[in-house]
């Protein structure tokens, strides 16, 4: 059999910069799967990450047997699957389930016009901040005294939602440290500087573990 058909470890195509790709690299590393990264060009993707996944997003894993997850939390989950020291899976997937589906449909709509304004022509940047603030204090309202969304552990939750956030943030830093959410920007500020997103954010990682 050749090495092309059996893989020893996992192969993660992934854009450093996108946040479903961190997610998934946050879960992978916390599960400690050691799996080799390809850093993709989304002008360019690889012909073999478009054989494995045809719709072309990033992130794509690659089982050893052959076996392809490309959506994000698919991925998430599977790592999870195989281990999950921090207990990041939450017992009730009804809340963490919510808060995700609404960061990914409503609030990444809002982030894009938001953050792209040139884009969407006709768009309107400061109505998509507006719009993208609702969840925002969704949010935090939801950390309520607690330092996470689920408690005072991180969870699945926080790691599928702060990318975006961090994003959405980032856009005008100033105008988001002047916003009362206080446990927001604490929790945003904690998840950004954890030592995790450090490792996964390293430029030219080749692997991850
Ligand atoms: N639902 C997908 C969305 C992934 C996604 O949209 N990734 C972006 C990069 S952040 C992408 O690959 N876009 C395709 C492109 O830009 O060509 C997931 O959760 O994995």
Same mark, same amino acid.
């Given at each position: 059999m050749s090495t092309d058909t059996i893989r020893q470890y996992p192969v993660l195509y992934s854009f450093r910069r996108c946040p479903y790709a961190m997610r998934a690299r946050m879960a992978l590393y916390q599960a400690g799967v050691q799996c080799e990264i390809v850093e993709v060009e989304l002008k360019a993707k690889p012909a073999a990450m478009l054989a494995l996944s =045809?719709? %072309?997003?990033? =992130?794509v894993l690659q089982l050893p047997l052959g076996e392809v997850l490309d959506e994000s939390l698919d991925i998430m989950n599977w790592a999870l699957g195989q281990d999950d020291p921090g207990h990041?899976? =939450?017992?009730?997937r009804s809340l963490s389930q919510s808060l995700i589906t609404e960061n990914d449909s409503s609030f990444k709509a809002a982030l894009d016009r938001y953050k792209? =304004?040139?884009?969407?022509? %006709? %768009?309107?940047s400061l109505e998509a901040r507006d719009s993208g603030m609702v969840f925002l204090q969704t949010l935090n309202a939801q950390l309520h005294g607690d330092a996470y969304l689920l408690g005072r552990q991180v969870s699945y939750v926080d790691i599928a939602i702060f990318p975006f956030i961090r994003q959405f943030a980032n856009t005008d830093v100033p105008w988001f440290e002047a916003q009362a959410l206080s446990a927001l920007q604490h929790w945003l500020s904690s998840l950004v500087n954890s030592d995790l997103f450090a490792i996964i954010m390293e430029k030219n990682r080749r692997h991850l573990l």
């Open positions: =045809p719709k %072309g997003s990033v =992130p990041w899976l =939450p017992d009730s792209y =304004p040139q884009r969407f022509p %006709g %768009g309107n």
